[in-house]
């Protein structure tokens, strides 16, 4: 190594140095970026706070209302539309479903993939599904005379008008569901048939 080498070193280093770690100006303003180890990241804090029950959450204003009315009065909004023919009073809906209350947005009641016969639920809520088609998803307003009218029903008061938002995954004919029952049994029989006896 040379003379020259031995005493530009330092001075190279003590001009470079400074330099390296500066700043760099992003944007107009100065920024320094720090990496952090993903072990020096800490978890969240644990917060021991009690959740009241029953979780009953609200539905903002803005989702309480309805687009449309039928002549009836049952007010309406179609979220997504669907396809195909619709559901009639005698067939039976699978359905995802949230219902809340109008006045305040407090829901009341919810439901994934939950089969419902259309002819067995409040007049508001059977005239909305015979609206909607396979995968549609309707926002129905309630009014009570299609609800609960003047009788409470657990933690619907009387004379509520309510909201349902209402996914319609599928529906069956009562022909349908019969085969479907038969088809059912015919394989059960045969499994039962088939199964080594002791």
Avoid: H, W
Wanted: some cysteine; overall charge positive; glycine content about 8%.
């Amino acid at each position: 190594m040379n003379c020259y080498s031995r005493i530009l070193r330092p001075i190279i280093s003590a001009i470079a140095l400074p330099v390296l770690v500066m700043p760099t100006a992003v944007g107009g303003e100065t920024a320094r970026t720090v990496k952090v180890a993903a072990s020096e990241k800490k978890p969240p804090a644990a917060n021991n706070a009690i959740i009241p029950l029953p979780l009953t959450p609200v539905v903002p204003a803005g989702q309480r209302s309805c687009a449309a009315r039928t002549p009836t009065g049952l007010g309406y909004s179609i979220l997504r539309p669907g396809t195909g023919p619709r559901p009639a009073e005698a067939d039976t809906v699978l359905v995802n479903y949230i219902g809340y209350l109008a006045t305040t947005g407090t829901v009341f009641d919810q439901g994934m993939r939950s089969p419902l016969p259309v002819a067995d639920v409040i007049p508001g809520f059977s005239q909305g599904l015979q609206m909607a088609a396979r995968s549609a998803v309707v926002r129905l307003c309630i009014p009570a005379a299609l609800g609960y009218g003047p009788q409470a029903s657990a933690a619907i008061p009387a004379n509520s008008d309510l909201v349902f938002q209402i996914e319609l995954l599928d529906y069956k004919t009562p022909a349908e569901l019969d085969a479907m029952r038969a088809s059912a049994g015919r394989a059960g029989a045969t499994e039962e048939s088939t199964a080594p006896q002791p």
